[in-house]
């Protein structure tokens, strides 16, 4: 088993904006996985919401809604999704739905 471990960070802002993919264009993944998220939202303010969705698909033919997590205002902690396992059509986005456009950082964690 391999732990991969890939950090990256963006300006996320209206158009929802995919992890894997590192663009607002998603690059669904395909290798089995058990995949962990961390998101550190520093930058949010009062005012500001953010969504953070992971996509997977049950027989790989279409991604859907796997998990789904709101974040609104100043936050002081991480945001770390629980683990799930994954391997038809995955991919993590984030989404601005109120408030002005943040960097944000990222960690996405994979045990293949």
Do not use: C, H
């Not at 279409?62 to 205002?73: E, M």
């Amino acid at each position: 088993m391999a732990i991969t471990i890939t950090n990256n960070s963006a300006s996320i802002s209206t158009t929802e904006y995919f992890l894997f993919a590192n663009s607002t264009t998603a690059s669904y993944q395909t290798t089995d996985a058990i995949l962990q998220v961390v998101i550190d939202f520093v930058n949010m303010i009062a005012g500001d919401e953010y969504l953070v969705t992971i996509y997977e698909g049950a027989e790989g033919t279409n991604a859907r809604v796997l998990y789904q997590a709101t974040l609104v205002g100043a936050q002081t902690e991480l945001f770390v999704s629980p683990a799930f396992v994954v391997g038809n059509k995955y991919e993590v986005s984030v989404d601005l739905i109120a408030g002005s456009a943040r960097t944000v950082l990222w960690s996405l964690r994979t045990i293949t």
